[in-house]
């Protein structure tokens, strides 16, 4: 970014070796003409953005959200179920669409807004999301939805995955065979455009 300073500090800097000056009003104009070039190339891509969102609003805000409350809405028995997930802010939006509570784990605490704070629980493990579930399903009579981002399958080896700021997700076999047995898949979404990959599934009773 050196065309942004460089005409005006070469006619105060008296030292610039001279050699050099011929050069610096060509490349202020490559630089203005290169990011000139950047926006144009934005302007097609953000056109299509804002366009979308004017044609469908709704759907741009969250459609991920959106799919959750059609799968709350195909299952009768899910009506009144407590929602947690991970990561935490895959809840944040969900009160726009659905009335259910929702459970944010590493806080420990009913909301739907994050708070990026140290004393939060920053390792979360799959055995982890089980132990809310049941205790949620116990103290409140009502059942459990879980969204995660990342696919449990059993048969592959311990994974760690880093999530927001400083948070850690791990998945153990082991836990992924309870959780295998513990819950029944609602649905698999797939990431498409911006929108991102969740699986959701219902504790069994």
């Known amino acids: 970014m050196y065309w942004l300073a460089v005409p005006g500090n070469a006619q105060k800097e008296p030292v610039s070796p001279v050699r050099l000056k011929p050069f610096v ?3 202020s104009t490559a630089g203005t003409a290169l990011f000139v070039l950047v926006l144009l190339l934005q302007l097609r891509y953000s056109a299509q953005k804002v366009f979308g969102t004017v044609i469908a609003p709704v759907a741009a805000l969250d459609n991920r959200n959106n799919n959750v409350r059609s799968i709350l809405a195909g299952h009768p028995d899910l009506k009144q179920a407590v929602i947690i997930a991970d990561p935490d802010f895959l809840l944040e939006t969900l009160p726009y669409y659905v009335s259910n509570p929702t459970y944010l784990m590493r806080e420990q605490r009913y ?26 399903q116990q103290a409140t009579g009502r059942p459990v939805v879980i969204l995660l981002s990342h696919e449990i399958d059993p048969s592959l080896p311990a994974q760690v995955y880093k999530e927001g700021i400083n948070w850690t997700f791990t998945i153990m076999p082991e836990h ?8 029944r898949l609602l649905k ?5 455009e ?12």
Do not use: C, I, W
């Open 194 to 205: 911006t929108f991102e990959e969740y699986y959701a599934y219902a504790m069994d009773k």
């Open 188 to 192: 698999h979404r797939a990431p498409a």
């Open 25 to 27: 009003g060509r490349l």
């Open 176 to 183: 992924a065979r309870a959780f295998q047995l513990s819950t």
């Open 111 to 136: 909301g739907n807004v994050v708070h990026f704070t140290r004393k939060a629980q920053l390792e979360l493990s799959l055995g982890d999301v089980l132990t809310n579930g049941r205790r949620l």
